[in-house]
């Protein structure tokens, strides 16, 4: 009965050592030694490790008059062939500003596609009553327990502080963890007006436009309301020293500040904006930009020093047609890279194999993390009796060249054209099904995916309410007849 991975290296965020893994059905039924079941999955040679989470994409979103490209087949089937095996994308509210309602319609466009598992973040992008009432049903009914704003993208998605504020005590109330991209989105378009009056109107504008010190102040402004509004926070696609230094400073305050940087910015620096050719530079247009070395070296010491916990992709995948939107005007290109089936192999290859990262805190920033930041671990994120059966062979004999003519990924380039990388799924398991076998043409199995519903987060919010009432400013009792006379 089952299956049986063999010979394998488990790799976990805690420990390595070598062991069969049993499989059961959806799930992992024992880890031990000599293991045996009617299929066996070869693992000699390979680590066992739980498969990847990619807590940020951005899937078929409708965004700057177009709508990305990837859709949830071809974005789930290269995550599986990148060793993912769920994603949480971000639901938008559409014209009618209901949440429920953009939740139906990401079913709709999700439920028959999807080859792995997913999860959404609900993005909040104005603030009124309905909204206010909606977020319970979210949280309690639909099971998304995180709740994005923006403090970019000014007239369209951006929220103000008020509006962040009162949306982050109603996450504090729910138990659900606000997550915010941090960037002053009224500087930027000050920026952006300024450089587009000098004349420069290129994708290099993208990034002068975007300083580090934009996001920053953002950063920092959020942790602030976080606190003020007593409740965690998730800062998503941490770019830049600036912003990484707020939330160092907050957690050494003792708050619960959650940092994401994405491996675009760990791997790829500014000078992508400066290349002559201005396709090359515009299909790296992103928010933030892409940035200077110091920044990355900053970004991969707080994945091993821990002042960071876990590394996405923000998948937002343009075509160059769309791209080609912004040719005379940089604020109109479509903003967003591609890299969901690269973030493991690309984090591996740059991490592990150069001493910067251990194999267990690989598996820390590409699963384990994720998964207790969004209430799912152990089901999703572990390799323990009774987990969910995502599991992924991680081969480091393998080496392959990124090219755009192999990627499952169905846009028409890819950010890490010609890298080399040292690692690759030989096999991955989502659910205890095989989704991807290296070299043995894999096809996309859609449908077979499922919608993870999660929880709101009992007891961190209780030990934070409790910490802040018994800590809360009091009125001074006094008795006005204490008063001087003549006063
Ligand atoms: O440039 C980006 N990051 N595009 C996707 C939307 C967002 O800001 O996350
Ligand atoms: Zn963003
Ligand atoms: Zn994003
Ligand atoms: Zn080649």
């Given at each position: 009965m089952g299956k049986v991975i063999k010979g394998g290296t488990v790799v976990t965020a805690d420990r390595q050592f070598k062991a069969d893994v049993r499989i059961e059905g959806e799930k992992i039924a024992e880890i031990g030694e000599n293991l045996s079941a009617d299929e066996v999955i070869d693992a000699e040679g390979a680590y066992v490790i739980p498969g990847g989470i990619d807590p940020h994409t951005h899937l078929e979103m409708p965004f700057m008059g177009t709508t990305a490209a990837e859709t949830f087949e071809s974005g789930t089937f290269a995550a599986a062939a990148g060793g993912t095996t769920m994603l949480v994308d971000f639901c938008l509210p559409g014209e009618d500003g209901s949440l429920l309602s953009a939740l139906d319609d990401?079913?709709?466009?999700?439920?028959?596609?999807?080859?792995?598992?997913?999860?959404?973040?609900?993005?909040?992008?104005?603030?009124?009553?309905?909204?206010?009432?909606?977020?319970?049903?979210?949280?309690?009914?639909?099971?998304?327990?995180?709740?994005k704003h923006f403090m970019a993208y000014k007239g369209a998605l951006m929220v103000e502080d008020d509006e962040m504020y009162a949306?982050?005590?109603?996450?504090?109330?729910?138990?659900?963890?606000p997550l915010v991209h941090a960037e002053n989105g009224?500087?930027?378009?000050?920026?952006?007006?300024?450089?587009?009056?000098?004349?420069?109107?290129?994708?290099?504008?993208?990034?002068?436009?975007?300083p580090p010190e934009v996001e920053g102040e953002a950063a920092n402004r959020a942790i602030m309301i976080a606190d003020a509004a007593g409740t965690p926070l998730y800062i998503v696609h941490?770019?830049?020293?600036?912003?990484?230094?707020?939330?160092?400073?907050a957690r050494q305050k003792g708050m619960r500040v959650y940092g994401e940087p994405l491996i675009q910015h760990l791997t790829l620096d500014e000078s992508e904006y400066f290349n002559k050719d201005?396709?090359?530079?515009?299909?790296?247009?992103?928010?933030?930009?892409?940035?200077?070395?110091e920044h990355q070296d900053g970004l991969w010491n707080g994945l091993a020093a821990g002042s960071l916990q876990v590394v996405a992709t923000d998948h937002a995948a343009f075509t160059d047609e769309q791209k080609r939107m912004g040719l005379d005007n940089f604020t109109t290109i479509p903003n967003g890279t591609g890299g969901l089936e690269e973030r493991m192999a690309m984090l591996w290859t740059k991490g592990v194999e150069t001493g910067r990262l251990t194999p267990e805190e690989f598996v820390a920033v590409t699963s384990s993390n994720i998964a207790k930041i969004l209430n799912i671990y152990p089901m999703k994120g572990a390799l323990v009796p009774g987990a969910d059966a995502d599991v992924v062979v991680w081969d480091p004999g393998i080496s392959k060249e990124i090219h755009v003519s192999t990627q499952k990924s169905i846009i028409d380039y890819n950010v890490f054209e010609g890298m080399e990388v040292t690692a690759q799924p030989r096999?991955?398991?989502?659910?205890?099904?095989?989704?991807?076998?290296?070299?043995?043409n894999s096809q996309p199995q859609p449908g077979r995916g499922r919608f993870v519903k999660r929880k709101p987060y009992a007891s961190a919010s209780k030990a934070l309410s409790k910490w802040k009432s018994l800590n809360t400013p009091r009125k001074i009792e006094r008795n006005p007849l204490n008063i001087p006379s003549g006063v």
């Open positions: 990401w079913d709709r466009k999700s439920k028959d596609q999807i080859c792995v598992d997913i999860s959404y973040h609900m993005a909040i992008t104005d603030w009124n009553e309905r909204i206010f009432n909606e977020m319970e049903t979210v949280v309690n009914e639909r099971g998304v327990n995180t709740f949306s982050f005590k109603r996450c504090a109330e729910l138990g659900a963890l009224d500087i930027v378009q000050e920026l952006q007006q300024k450089y587009l009056a000098e004349g420069i109107t290129g994708p290099e504008g993208h990034a002068y436009s975007r941490v770019s830049c020293e600036q912003a990484h230094e707020a939330i160092r400073r201005w396709q090359y530079a515009a299909r790296r247009v992103m928010s933030p930009p892409f940035r200077s070395k096999y991955t398991l989502s659910r205890g099904d095989v989704v991807w076998a290296y070299g043995q």
